[in-house]
């Protein structure tokens, strides 16, 4: 069995994928961009304010930054 997807900001997310590597490239509107210098990968977090970041969507940018669901758990 799979551990459960955490419930998370946008907010929350973006301190994460700092703490992960990236930085901040850019921001329009309610979603940022980060990208990694080392391997060039980008991510973008929807970050829309008292809202939570559906699972799927939590996945999907798990799966860009190259993460599993451990890893992730570290980094809150």
Do not use: N, Y
């Not at 900001?9 to 590597?21: E, F, L, N, Y």
């Not at 850019?26 to 973008?44: E, P, T």
């Amino acid at each position: 069995m799979s551990p459960a997807v955490p419930v998370i900001t946008g907010k929350q997310m973006s301190q994460v994928v700092i703490r992960a590597g990236f930085r901040l490239d850019r921001q329009k509107g309610s979603h940022a961009v980060f990208v990694r210098d080392l391997d060039k990968r980008r991510v973008i977090v929807p970050i829309h304010a008292g809202k939570t970041i559906k699972p799927k969507t939590l996945l999907g940018i798990l799966r860009d930054m190259g993460l599993t669901l451990e890893e992730f758990g570290a980094l809150l």
